[in-house]
Structures are given as structure tokens and as C-alpha cells.
């Protein structure tokens, strides 16, 4: 049977059609591979990221726990007088004034001094006062603020200083705490040589957090 030459180029765009519609997936399906593939880079990078960060905070954690189970087998440091007391490590020298308490490390580099202060004010003004018990010069505060430790309001701030001493000054680093404990004002200072600092920051910050009521 043979077809009117019409209805025969009808049959034949409508195949050619037919095949294009087919053949159109098959052209976008690389293009959304390649879409995709950025997507997994990127995902790779962040788990890549997050694992970094991941290891940094276990280490932070390694050294805080190292710090709290140091001072945990230390030995506490009372003062009577001001109804506080500190806790360091177990082989610090204990030290008695009639107005202030001290510890200090073996190797002298690090030194906690707890003393009352006549200043209710800054942190500056009572640091000021521990010259009765050591001698400073030269003292510059890094910054200050107010703060409340184990319940007890209070000022606080880091900063540096040089210690005078007998065989020599040396130039030292400290943070100190001004707080309110009834009606006394007590003032802990805990420094150290200044190339020490950053060293025993962690033994140095913790110390001060266990500053309480007796």
C-alpha cells in the first residue's frame, strides 16, 4: 500500500521527533554528575575540618584533666584569718606571715600569695596592697573586669610586673582575684617569670578556680 507523499513526511518528522525527546536525558545526566561531584569535595573538606578540630579540644581537655587531677592530689592551703582557702600541688612550699599564707613551686618559678587588702575598689588597688608582703615595681595590667568565683563577687585581672628580690629582679607575669569573703577583702595573686607563664597557665588558672569559703 503505498502512502500519499503527504501523510509520508508527516511520518517522518514525527519519528525524527520522537528520537530527539529520547535522546535528551542521556545528554543531561554528565552535566549533573559533574553537579554533584563540587558537593562531595566540599563534604570531604569539612569532615576533613571537623577532625582537626575534634583532636584540638580532646588535647584542651587532656591538659585541663592533667591540671585537676594534679591539684586533686595536692594539698589545700587555709588561711583562719580570712576564712578561704586554695588548693596546689603537694610538693609546693607552704609559707605563714600573720597576714598573708603563699605556696610555692619546687623550682620557685610560680608563686600563689593570698593576703587581705584595705582597697574594695580594683583589682589594681589591691594588688597594690600585697607590696606590705612583696616587693613590685613596674606594675602594668593587661586587663581587668568583674567576676564571681565559687560565689564570691569580685574583681579580676592579669597582668606583669617586676618582682624585686635580694638576688636580683625579675620581670614576672600574674593573675589576680579581689574578692569579698564577709566583711574582709582578700586579694589572691598567683605569678610567675614571665618565660614561664604561658607554660604553667593551666596549673596558674587552676589554682585560682579552687579559691573558696572554708
Known amino acids: ?18 528520537l530527539a525527546c529520547e535522546s535528551k536525558p542521556a545528554e543531561e545526566a ?3 554528575a559533574s553537579d554533584q561531584a563540587p558537593a562531595t569535595e566540599e563534604a570531604a573538606e569539612e569532615a576533613t575540618e571537623a577532625t582537626g578540630e575534634s583532636a584540638e579540644d580532646d588535647e584542651n581537655a587532656e591538659v585541663g584533666e592533667e591540671t585537676v587531677e594534679e591539684l586533686a ?15 596546689v600541688p603537694g610538693d609546693w612550699n607552704v609559707r605563714r ?22 582597697s ?8 597594690n596592697d600585697l607590696k606590705t608582703e612583696v616587693e613590685f615595681k613596674d606594675i602594668n595590667f593587661d586587663n581587668s573586669g568583674l567576676t ?8 579580676r585581672g592579669t597582668g606583669s610586673a617586676v ?11 600574674f593573675l589576680g582575684y579581689a574578692v569579698r569573703v564577709g566583711t574582709n577583702n582578700v586579694t589572691l595573686m598567683v605569678f610567675s617569670d614571665a618565660a614561664m607563664y604561658e607554660a604553667q597557665k593551666d596549673v596558674i588558672d587552676g589554682i585560682a578556680q579552687t579559691l573558696t569559703r572554708i
Open 1 to 18: 500500500m503505498r502512502l500519499p507523499l503527504r501523510a509520508l513526511s508527516l511520518a517522518i518528522i514525527l519519528g525524527t521527533s520522537s
Open 30 to 32: 554528565p552535566v549533573e
Open 73 to 87: 592530689q595536692g594539698q589545700w592551703v587555709q588561711s583562719d584569718l580570712y576564712a578561704v582557702r586554695f588548693r
Open 97 to 118: 606571715t600573720a597576714e598573708a599564707v603563699s605556696a610555692t613551686a619546687p623550682d620557685g618559678t610560680t608563686t600563689v600569695l593570698l593576703a587581705g587588702s584595705e
Open 120 to 127: 574594695d575598689s580594683t583589682i589594681q588597688a589591691a594588688i
Open 148 to 155: 564571681t568565683i565559687n560565689g564570691m563577687p569580685g574583681t
Open 163 to 173: 618582682l624585686v628580690e635580694e638576688d636580683g629582679d625579675r620581670e614576672i607575669q
